[in-house]
């Protein structure tokens, strides 16, 4: 009779020492993913920016690529990101210009204005989002292909 230490789980899987432990594919980060792309692929689309649009869809690539690098620039994106937003209201202040006002959208036939700091509210939530998404521990595990910075292997 074995010890009940070396008893073997039925509904646990296999694991050696060898092996890495297979981590599922986040649901967050599929999203996040999925927002990073569309955003990409519409730049590329708008011709606005298309440099920077092909470096994130090929981060994009290295994280789905379980590349530890793709990890690192994924985090370094979104903190970058968060800075940027979260100063954009301190530089687009203009106390001299008496025509500021609220940002006017229009789809299709229906025009809306909403206030400025709702929209930037709205984008630094969006960027917060973004941080805390890539830096729980799920993604951590997720991506776990050795550290060599080479995002094309």
Not at 111 to 126: T, W
Request: hydrophobic share 50%.
């Amino acid at each position: 009779m074995q010890p009940p230490s070396q008893l073997h789980d039925p509904h646990q899987p296999q694991q050696t020492s060898s092996t890495p432990v297979k981590a599922r594919l986040p649901k967050r980060l599929i999203g996040l993913l999925l927002f990073l792309s569309i955003a990409s692929i519409s730049g590329l689309v708008a011709k606005q920016g298309e440099l920077f649009c092909l470096l994130t869809l090929l981060m994009v690539i290295a994280v789905l690529g379980r590349q530890r690098a793709g990890l690192y620039l994924l985090r370094g994106y979104t903190v970058v990101q968060l800075g940027l937003v979260s100063i954009l209201p301190v530089l687009l202040y203009d106390p001299d210009n008496l025509l500021t006002g609220p940002s006017t959208f229009q789809l299709g036939e229906w025009q809306g204005k909403i206030p400025d700091y709702l929209v930037f509210g709205a984008l630094i939530l969006l960027a917060i989002l973004q941080v805390w998404i890539a830096f729980t521990a799920q993604v951590s595990a997720y991506c776990h292909v050795k550290n060599n910075m080479n995002i094309m292997r």
